[in-house]
């Protein structure tokens, strides 16, 4: 369904190309953080990051994967081992990186090996890259506690692998569902994520 919806954007010469980002946990203000995070379609993610308060920005792009510069229409093949992910720019002394991984556990199935929804292929594994040791353990402990509370019935099965070389994706993925709510894909698939999110998670949400 995705790439069906990508065709006109692609003929329409507004891929742009990719620089690789090295991983790190600071940003250049010390005060913020960075996590990278994989649950699915990066346009999924990224519309539900950009909403928590204490969450200064949002990438969608590409890791983990052994190809340079890697494109959109690539990292769809499967073949280049990259994960769709969100790379997120965050205050902790608004929300914490705990919080940050309660709303990924909770938001999407960590179950489904290589898979979201009608989303197939290993660019779609649920997977934690973490920038520092810290996040590690931090990572390890709150799947633990989810699997223990039985958020799931089925065991989860999140990668969670250290933050390797950041590919941010072609422009016209930025910000997607804000720019394309209209789209079918964001209507059926993203909008009862946003709505779950929202109901969930109304307290950690930017005042608007």
Known sequence: MRMILMIGLVLTGMLSAQTGVPAK?????????TATLGAGCFWCVEAIYERLEG???????????TVKNPTYE??????TGHA???????????ISYKEL????????????????????????????FYHSPEQKAAAEQV??????????????????????LFYK???????????????PYCMMVINPKLSKF??????KLKKQ
């Not at 946990?25 to 953080?33: D, I, L, P, Q, Y």
């Not at 969450?55 to 994967?65: D, K, M, P, R």
């Not at 769709?84 to 608004?94: G, L």
């Open 74 to 79: 690539q990292v769809c093949t499967g073949r």
């Open 55 to 65: 969450v200064e920005s949002v990438a969608s792009g590409y890791t983990g994967g």
């Open 84 to 94: 769709e992910v969100i790379q997120v720019t965050f205050d902790p002394k608004k």
């Open 101 to 128: 991984l309660e709303v990924f556990f909770k938001t999407h199935d960590p179950t489904t090996l290589n898979r979201q929804g009608a989303d197939v292929g290993t660019q779609y594994r649920s997977a934690i």
């Open 143 to 164: 799947k633990k506690e989810i699997e223990a509370a039985k958020v799931w019935d089925d065991p989860i099965v999140t990668e969670i692998s250290p933050a390797s």
């Open 169 to 183: 994706a072609e422009q016209y993925h930025q910000n997607y569902y804000d720019q394309n709510s209209s789209q």
């Open 25 to 33: 946990g600071k940003t250049m203000e010390s005060n913020k953080e």
């Open 198 to 203: 929202r109901k969930e998670f109304s307290s």
